[in-house]
Structure formats: structure tokens, C-alpha cells
């Protein structure tokens, strides 16, 4: 019988590093080259304030609705110019900040170019750490979407994407389990920015102060093993995984490996290494209608 260690050829690579570099492996603003970490967040916020206060100056909009009883349980849905409200492509987003920083309100990047291609955009709101756990963020991402298909049946697709923390939730909905919400959402694709698949480094963080998360907790939500353990339905739906240039080796690695995960899994998945931006311009592109990643997007939505 073998030994687990170190020195295992197939340990985890994070495994073997010290408590200092498994920290900065996972502080994204720590790899932004163009701006020093500080500003590199700033820039990020200023941006996502700017881009959702231009997406309620510009579009029909319903702020703040209530997809359940929690505090937090608010989205911001941004209507194209359609006649027939509810009748086009739903684009639900979730906002990184690793589980306890960021807000709906300052996070519609992608509305106004989406909207103006017919796509109505939803940016999503969950109680972040210390008020939620991962659980619970979980648990409300599922009842966000199943919410939108409920009020909007007549939707031509229900696309999910999510940046960093913000793509662990979405990656972690392609296993929910919708029996218990009355209603499969017609789930059409999936965009996964630059996240976190597998948790259980993040233990070993600084991060985990406020997240608290056990080693049990950390399994329990980690696509990455679960999409190697649960057998789905649907592993028809398109899964994009993206990942900055500038993102961190271990960011790539999550990437990678998840989407080789999802390959063996069956899923229709693709990988994107994303040239010249790093974990927060990533995001940033979305603003803009010819970036390359909103171009996928809608080569997605619209094929
Ligand atoms: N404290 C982190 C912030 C961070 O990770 C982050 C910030 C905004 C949006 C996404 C982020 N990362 C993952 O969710 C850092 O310094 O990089």
C-alpha cells in the first residue's frame, strides 16, 4: 500500500507550497501587472459602479426584486427593447469578491452591451460572509434561478455566468438538484470567469477568517469533485470556462482541471485562456461589445 504524501506524482500542486505562496497564489490582485493590487481593486469597483449606473440610465429595469425572504435575496433585471417582455434570452450574473466582499449593485458589467443585443441581464444578490455561509449562497443562487424561470417562462434560455466566487456558484448549479423547486430552468449555457472549482485550498487561507469553512464544507461545495462523483442529466448544455492571462498559475490550474472534469464528465465544455487581461480586466471586457469574451458570449447565446 502506497503512502499519501509528499511526492505523490498526482498530489495537488498547492499542496507542496509554503503558507506564504499558497496565500499569494490565491490574492488576484496581487498578479495585475498593468496597476499596483490596490488600485487594480479600485479600478475594478469603479468600473462596475459606472457600467450599473449607465445600465439603469439606459434600460427598462426592475431594481431590488425579491426572489426570497432573506435580506440579500434581491436581483436587478435590465430589459432590452422587446415588445413582448420576458421573451428573450435571460443572462443571470454572479459577482466574485470571494464569498464576502461585492455587491449586485455594482456589478452589471455586461448589461448594457447584452441588452442591446436582446438579452435581458439579471445581476443576482446573496448574502456574502460572515451573514451567509457557502451553503446558504448556494442555496439562494438555485432559488435566484429558479425565480426567473417562474416569472418568466416564456424565456429563450437561461445563461449563467459568474467571476471568480461568483463562478464557483454558478459552476456549482451545473448539479443542483431542482425537484425540490417546482421547476427545471431552461438552462441554455454556462460562462465560468476566472473561479475557484476545487475548495479546498481556499481552507488554508487567509480567506477562510471570514468564510470559516471546514475541510467537510470545502468538499461538500467543490464542483470539481462532485462533477467527478455525480452522474447528470444534462450534460448538454455549453460550459465555457475562461481564465486570464495574468491570473495566477494556481487560477489556471482550476481552470484547466475543471474543464478537463467536465470533458470526462461528458459535458459540451470549452477552455479559454483569455490574452492580456487579468483577473479583474477580464470582467472589465464585458463592458465593452466587441471584447472578445462578450463576443463568445453572444456567439453563444445566439447560435
Ligand atoms: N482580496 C482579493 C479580492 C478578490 O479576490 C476579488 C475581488 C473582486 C472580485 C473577485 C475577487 N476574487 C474572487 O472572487 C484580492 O486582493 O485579490
Redesign the pocket.
Known sequence: MEVSGVGLPDEAPWKKMSAEELEHQY????WVVRLG?EEA?RT?SQIGIEATGRAQATWKSLLHVPYGDGGGEKMDIYFPNKAAEGASPFFLFF?????Q??SKDQSAFMADPLAAQGVAVVIVGYDIAPKGTLDQMVDQVTRSIAFVQKRYPSNEGIYLCG????AHLAAMMLLADWTKHGVTPNLKGFFLV?G?FDLEPMVYTS?NVALQLTLEDARRNSPQLKVAQVQSADTACPVLVVVGQFDSPEFHRQSWEFYQTLCQGGWKASFEKLRDVD??EIIETLTQKDSVLTKMILKTVFQ
Open positions: 490574492l488576484p490582485s496581487r493590487a481593486l475594478y459577482h466574485g469578491g470571494y464569498w466582499s461585492g467571476h471568480s466566487a461568483g476566472s475557484v480567506q483577473h479583474f
